[in-house]
């Protein structure tokens, strides 16, 4: 019966997509457990006429860990282990000079390499670019990685880039240099001093299908901490990026998409789905332009926040707040590797004030580095205010649901925290705001897009 109700659920997804796709329509939103359709004026797509589409499944980090000490994790535990890998991350992305840190996955994505393919979970970063897998093991000075490694003895495909080649070109200043035999090598570091070393090299991707000359790194060294995983999948806007690779060997359109499922989903395993090419194009989202920071040097997506709206309350917020500054900081970006969202102080102080405003539980003293904490105790029917990012041209919604969670003991914590003073930049949405949405990166019309929906219901 529940399989039957999920196929069904499925297929009016799709049904309702395709009657956007042809009456033009908004989206469909959830209220009260009802979904309304909007009409609005269709965007026109300059994006390639190719058919070209590759999907795979993301998962969350917490899925792969495995033994007793990962089952016996309590939901606190887990909470603050997401916190440490966002608060390492935002470190890095205060850096104007350094990539962001690797361990601060949430989602991995499943990806093959190789022919005949050898497969790979690694960590699914919007704020990076270079694609990697390990090619040898670990040595003491690394912790996180697996042990699964690539052979490129055993694929038909591989090859090692030259020197001159223009991928080895497109790393960023000093992370190249050239072999005696004139190949490429790399040593891609971190600000916290993490790194990968190894061959720049060619070889076939496959996602749901295959696409040929991907340039990736063939990872002989790999010194500091990661997230479990088998290396890292650049999402970002550079060059060497998977999207930007697959459109320059494929002319696989320039967009990807994803759609996180929320906590409990993905603690039950549930994947999330992630579409690269025309597919990825959402005639029913709503779209906000990519603005362009030519003075940070990295690869963020940043867009332009007017307002936030926390439950029934509209917040007065300063623009200053939320602009990219003449040097390259502030702004707001969306951001796939860091769980919590970020917001600049009196941002932050806004945001909590109105939840303890219209929040009715008692308040509670913060659990670790959780500053807006409940007592549920004895509440069969635990609900908080959602919110909503309100963008030049669109609207992020997020429940409630997904802005708070147990942390243990019957006690919820909102998800939020803050940067301090300006970063680089000064504010991120992070993964957890994102759930229950589906999101499009869409670099061909340079927009990103949202959909409020059930992202359970599409998951692969």
Same mark, same amino acid.
């Given at each position: 019966? #529940?399989?039957?109700?999920?196929?069904?659920?499925?297929?009016t997804?799709?049904?309702?997509?395709?009657?956007?796709?042809?009456?033009?329509?908004?989206? !469909?939103?959830?209220?009260?457990?009802?979904?309304?359709?909007?009409?609005?004026?269709?965007r026109l797509?300059?994006?390639?006429?190719?058919?070209?589409?590759?999907?795979?499944s /993301?998962?969350?980090?917490?899925?792969?860990?495995t033994?007793?000490?990962? =089952?016996?994790?309590?939901?606190?535990?887990?909470?603050?282990?997401?916190?440490?890998?966002?608060?390492?991350?935002?470190?890095?992305?205060? &850096?104007?000079? =350094?990539?962001?840190?690797?361990?601060? #996955?949430?989602? !991995?994505?499943?990806?093959?390499?190789?022919?005949?393919?050898?497969?790979?979970? +690694? %960590?699914?970063?919007?704020?990076?670019?270079?694609?990697? $897998?390990?090619?040898?093991?670990?040595?003491?000075?690394?912790?996180?990685?697996t042990?699964n490694?690539?052979?490129?003895?055993?694929?038909?495909?591989?090859?090692?880039? =030259?020197?001159?080649?223009?991928?080895?070109?497109?790393?960023?200043?000093?992370?190249?240099?050239? &072999? &005696?035999?004139?190949?490429?090598?790399?040593?891609? #570091?971190?600000?916290?001093?993490?790194?990968?070393?190894?061959?720049?090299?060619?070889? *076939? $991707?496959?996602?749901?299908?295959? $696409?040929?000359?991907?340039?990736?790194?063939c990872?002989q060294?790999?010194?500091?901490?990661f997230?479990?995983?088998?290396?890292?999948?650049?999402?970002?806007?550079? @060059?060497?990026? /998977?999207?930007?690779?697959?459109?320059?060997?494929?002319?696989?359109?320039?967009?990807?998409?994803?759609?996180?499922?929320?906590?409990?989903?993905?603690?039950?395993?549930?994947?999330? /789905?992630?579409?690269?090419?025309?597919?990825?194009?959402?005639?029913?989202?709503?779209?906000?332009?990519?603005?362009?920071?030519?003075?940070?040097?990295?690869?963020?997506?940043?867009? @332009?926040?007017?307002?936030?709206?926390?439950?029934?309350?509209?917040?007065? %917020?300063?623009?200053?707040?939320?602009? %990219?500054?003449?040097?390259?900081?502030?702004?707001?970006?969306?951001? &796939?590797?860091?769980?919590?969202?970020?917001?600049t102080?009196?941002?932050?102080?806004?945001?909590?004030? +109105?939840?303890?405003?219209?929040?009715?539980?008692?308040?509670?003293?913060?659990?670790?580095?959780?500053?807006?904490?409940?007592?549920?105790?004895?509440e069969?029917?635990?609900?908080?205010?959602?919110?909503?990012?309100?963008? *030049?041209?669109?609207?992020l919604?997020?429940?409630?649901?997904?802005?708070?969670?147990?942390?243990? =003991? @019957?006690?919820?914590?909102?998800?939020?925290?803050?940067?301090?003073?300006?970063?680089?930049p000064?504010?991120?949405?992070?993964?957890r705001?994102?759930?229950?949405? %589906?999101?499009?990166?869409? @670099? !061909?019309?340079?927009?990103?897009?949202?959909?409020?929906?059930?992202?359970?219901?599409?998951?692969?």
């Amino acid at each position: 019966m #529940g399989i039957m109700a999920r196929h069904y659920a499925l297929y009016t997804l799709v049904l309702l997509q395709l009657l956007c796709a042809t009456y033009c329509c908004q989206g !469909v939103r959830f209220d009260g457990g009802r979904k309304q359709l909007e009409l609005r004026n269709r965007r026109l797509s300059t994006a390639p006429t190719s058919t070209n589409v590759f999907r795979s499944s /993301l998962i969350h980090i917490d899925s792969l860990q495995t033994g007793t000490n990962a =089952s016996m994790k309590t939901p606190g535990q887990r909470a603050q282990e997401a916190v440490k890998r966002s608060l390492s991350r935002v470190k890095q992305l205060t &850096s104007l000079q =350094s990539p962001v840190n690797a361990i601060s #996955g949430d989602f !991995v994505m499943q990806i093959s390499f190789g022919t005949p393919p050898q497969e790979f979970h +690694a %960590i699914a970063d919007t704020g990076s670019d270079l694609c990697w $897998v390990q090619c040898s093991s670990c040595d003491s000075d690394c912790k996180g990685l697996t042990d699964n490694l690539f052979n490129p003895e055993d694929s038909e495909t591989y090859s090692q880039a =030259s020197c001159t080649d223009s991928s080895c070109q497109a790393l960023p200043n000093g992370q190249a240099s050239c &072999s &005696s035999t004139q190949t490429c090598t790399y040593t891609y #570091g971190y600000a916290d001093t993490s790194n990968t070393q190894g061959d720049l090299a060619y070889e *076939t $991707v496959t996602l749901d299908s295959s $696409v040929p000359h991907i340039a990736f790194g063939c990872g002989q060294d790999q010194t500091g901490k990661f997230a479990n995983a088998d290396g890292l999948i650049g999402l970002g806007r550079g @060059e060497l990026s /998977l999207p930007s690779q697959l459109m320059a060997s494929s002319n696989v359109a320039k967009i990807f998409s994803y759609c996180l499922v929320d906590q409990e989903a993905a603690s039950q395993g549930t994947t999330s /789905l992630i579409t690269f090419g025309d597919a990825a194009e959402n005639s029913a989202a709503t779209y906000t332009p990519l603005l362009s920071n030519a003075n940070s040097g990295n690869p963020f997506y940043y867009v @332009e926040v007017t307002g936030i709206k926390v439950g029934e309350m509209e917040l007065d %917020i300063q623009a200053s707040e939320l602009q %990219i500054n003449d040097d390259g900081t502030g702004g707001v970006i969306l951001d &796939s590797g860091t769980t919590l969202t970020y917001w600049t102080n009196d941002v932050f102080t806004s945001v909590s004030n +109105a939840f303890q405003e219209q929040i009715t539980y008692p308040q509670v003293e913060g659990s670790g580095d959780f500053t807006l904490c409940y007592d549920v105790s004895g509440e069969s029917d635990v609900t908080f205010p959602g919110m909503v990012v309100h963008m *030049t041209g669109a609207d992020l919604e997020t429940q409630g649901s997904n802005l708070f969670e147990n942390v243990g =003991s @019957e006690t919820y914590c909102l998800f939020m925290g803050t940067m301090g003073g300006s970063g680089i930049p000064g504010n991120i949405i992070g993964n957890r705001q994102q759930r229950d949405n %589906i999101v499009v990166y869409d @670099e !061909v019309n340079q927009q990103v897009g949202f959909q409020a929906t059930d992202c359970s219901q599409l998951s692969s």
